[in-house]
Structures are given as structure tokens and as C-alpha cells.
């Protein structure tokens, strides 16, 4: 009996999934980016476009929301910014480094990544590399016996959080910056050691600032074989910034676009030979639109791009004790979290350690809190059956009820992005006293977008798509009630 139950069960199964195939066409999808036929229409390139997804680690990445950014290195004992790359290394000398303390905070916090500076602009290398004297083997600290990337590394390990890692390519310390071809070879033997000694890295972020190296000489990286040798020994990470996988949103202010592609026109900066398209179309990192059907008009290639909003709790990247109480309000974290990712984007949030090497007392105090209050804003769905999937035309309504009484004051909806960014617009209404209020309009959801409203106690929830490219597949709806602060 139990048999036949299984079978027959298996079989209704069966029908189902080639049900839903039958009914929906197979899709191309193109992965990461996609060339447009030379003659190519508007409405193919549209369509194309719409069918443009992120790789597997793309996707993972976006999933993960919250990443951490840990400034750590000799400016932390100087109290600079930016280091010359001549300060003695003897100045490194953390007094209870403790790695284990930044990932149970972050951990604890709701962040899924971390992402240290194992180099910065002066050229300090927080583990012992073979490739300068400027490291912590030459620091006070542990005597030159420490590595701080290996115990970051370790800590992750303990608790099941992702490693990054950032590996600045200015480089003020080293003698060959501006030897373009010594400096790239140094550059990539870096790399290595870091993407071969230390397990999985999950991201690699190298930013675009270059300085002139001794003599005034301008270094030229050699982005081909620098990111030849990220996907040779971690295939599986994303690479960042100046890396074509993960897109700088444009500020360091924590602010995310209202209307914010993935599936965007412009050209990562590595890809050198594609600077005059960039060029032609007008478009650099911090330009306001990045994917209008207007652009995709011009174009002639479309990259999976998504943002990433980088911005620090305190004033500065490294820790200054004098910005002890300038750590962001709660209320800015918050809005940051909405700007960031309501806004399409991951929240790489600097969080820096202290010249202890702890996550200082206030930055800790204030991640609780902004932890707490996602906790209890996202606590409960609001909207009845929100994550049932809607292939939705340009132009359908869908109505939603609401669990009674309950008072909302936030929405949150999400795509499919498995299945490309397709949504140009759409309006968000609320039934409330034998009436329908508009309570938002907007234009791109992509991943997720989070709306703000006045306070109300809605009995069904209205949203309609007024613009998209093909079929828009909503995946969740929510509201929610975030408390003013
Ligand atoms: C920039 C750097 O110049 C800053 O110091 C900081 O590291 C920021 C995240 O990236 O390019």
C-alpha cells in the first residue's frame, strides 16, 4: 500500500513540474553578460536584456545582504588614513587582538561575510609575506611571529562565517610601484599566497586608486592576470570593485539609487578595451542611470552588475579613538540598511578594530541595536501568502490580504533574479476604511526593495506592475512595521 501511495504520489509530481513547463515557454537565459546582435531592434535588446542573470556566486553574494568591512593595518597605530608606507612596522602591536570577538559581534549582528584589508594603500601586509619586509613579521607584535590572517581565517572557521579579503593594488611601500611589469609580478605573487594559504575566500576586493609610484611613475595594472589568478585559485569568488562580478555603488555615504539595475550598460573598469563604450554612453560608477531602456537603445553589450554600498559606522575607515562618539546613530544604520539593501545593493558596512584589536565598545553596542531592530521590524510577514509566486504581464494587479489588525508602515517586495531584473515600475495600495490609498510608486525592485509609508492598518494590500521587460516574476511581498526613530 505504502508503495503505491509513493508512486502515485511521485507521478502527480511528475505531472505537475511538466505542467508548469508546458505552460511556460523555455526561457534563454544569458549568464553574467550578454553581446546584442549587431543590428539588433530596441525590443530584442529589451528582451535580452530581461533575460540576463547573475552566476551562482553572484547570487550567493546578493543573498547574503550584510557583508563586514574590517580596516585593520599600521594606520590603525598611526592615526592616519592614508600611510606613506614609511611608518616603522614595529608601530603594529595590537595588545589583545582578538578575531574570534569580530566575528561572534558580526555573527551575532546578522552579517554573512567579512572582509579584511589585508593590504592597504601603505603596503603593510597583516601576514607574513614572502614578497616584502613591510608585514607583521617586522611588527612588535607576538614578537613578528603573528599573522593576523590566519586567525581571521580561523575565527571564520568557528563561526561558519565567509572570509574576504581586500588587497589594495597602490601600494605607497613598495619599491618597484610604478615598474609596472616588477610591481604586477609582486601584486600577483601577493594574491597567490592569500588565495592559496587561507581556505575558501568568498570575495576579493580591490579598489581603483592608484598613486604615482618613486619618480612620479604611473603604475598599470595588469587586470588580465590579476584576475586570471582569482579565478584560478578561487573560482568560486566574487570579485569586487575593480573585479566584474560586484559593482561599487558610486558613494561612500551609504547611499543606494532608487532606481538601481543589475542588469546594467556599463563596463567594469578592468576591462580596459571596453572604456570607450563606457565613454560613449556616458556612463561611469557613479552615474545616476545605469540600465534606462535609453541606454540599453545605445549599447551593445549588457553586464550582470549588481551594487554594493560601501560606507563606514565612524567618519573614518580605520579607527580613531577621537571618533568614539561619532559612531552612526542607530537611525542612520537604519537608513543606510534602507538606502543599501532596500535598495537592490549588499551593505558592505567598515566596522574597524580598535588599536587593541577589538571591536570597540561602542561600535558593538550599536550593532546590537541595529541587529535587534531588523529582528523585530522582519520578525512577521504581515501579508498573507506573500511568498506565492506571480509571473506577473505589464499592467496585472494582484491583491493580497493582510493578517487583521495589523498595523504596517513598511513594504517589501522581491524578483526572481534567477530569471533576470525586469521590473521598470510599479504602485503599491493599501484597503483600509472601505477604501484603496496609493501608498507608493516606484520603478526597479531587482533582489529586494523596501518601501517606507505612513503608519496604517491596511485589510489588503494591492500591487501593480506598470512597467516591465516581458514577464515580471515576483517571488515575496511583505509590510511590515519598522518603528520611527
Ligand atoms: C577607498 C580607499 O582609498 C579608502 O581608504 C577605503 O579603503 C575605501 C573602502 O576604499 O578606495
Known sequence: MRNI?????????TLLVSVSCCNQPRETLYTKNVQFPEDASVETKIDMISHLVPTPQQLAWQQMELTAFLHFGINTFTGNEWGSGSDDPQLFNPTELDCEQWVRVLRDAGFK????????????????????EY???????????????????????????????????????????????????????????????????????????????PNGRVQEYDWNAIFATVRRLQPHAVTAIMGDDVRW??????????????ATLIAPKSYTDKMAENARLGLNEMSEDLGSRALVAEASKAYWYPSEVDVSIRPGWFFHPEENDK????ASLVDIYFRSVGCNSVLLLNIP??????????DVKRLGEFSEYLRATFAQNMVVKGDEYWSSE????????????????????????????????????????GEWHTVAEATTIGYKRLLRFEESRPEKLRITIRGARGVANISNVGLYYAKPL
Open 394 to 433: 505589464v499592467g496585472e494587479v494582484r491583491e493580497y490580504e493582510v493578517v487583521i489588525d495589523s498595523v504596517v508602515n513598511t513594504l517589501l517586495i522581491q524578483e526572481d533574479i534567477t530569471r533576470g531584473q525586469r521590473v521598470e515600475e510599479f504602485m503599491v495600495e493599501l484597503y483600509c476604511d
Open 5 to 13: 501511495l509513493l508512486k502515485a504520489s511521485v507521478l502527480a509530481a
Open 327 to 330: 559612531v552612526r546613530s542607530l
Open 135 to 213: 608585514s607583521v613579521k617586522n611588527a612588535a607584535w607576538r614578537n613578528g611571529e603573528g599573522d593576523v590572517v590566519a586567525e581571521l581565517r580561523a575565527a571564520c572557521d568557528k563561526y561558519d562565517m565567509k572570509f574576504g579579503l581586500y588587497l589594495s593594488p597602490w601600494d605607497c611601500n613598495a619599491e618597484c610601484y610604478g615598474d609596472s611589469p616588477r610591481y604586477n609580478q609582486l601584486y600577483v605573487a601577493q594574491l597567490t599566497e592569500l588565495l592559496t594559504n587561507y581556505g575558501e575566500v568568498h570575495e576579493v576586493w580591490l579598489d581603483g586608486a592608484c598613486g604615482e609610484g
Open 249 to 262: 555603488v558610486g558613494n561612500e555615504g551609504g547611499l543606494g539609487r532608487d532606481t538601481e539595475w543589475s
Open 113 to 132: 561575510m567579512v572582509i579584511l584589508t589585508a593590504k592597504h594603500h601603505d603596503g603593510f601586509c597583516l601576514w607574513p609575506t614572502s614578497t616584502t
Open 353 to 362: 578594530p580598535d588599536v587593541r584589536g577589538l571591536l570597540h565598545e561602542e
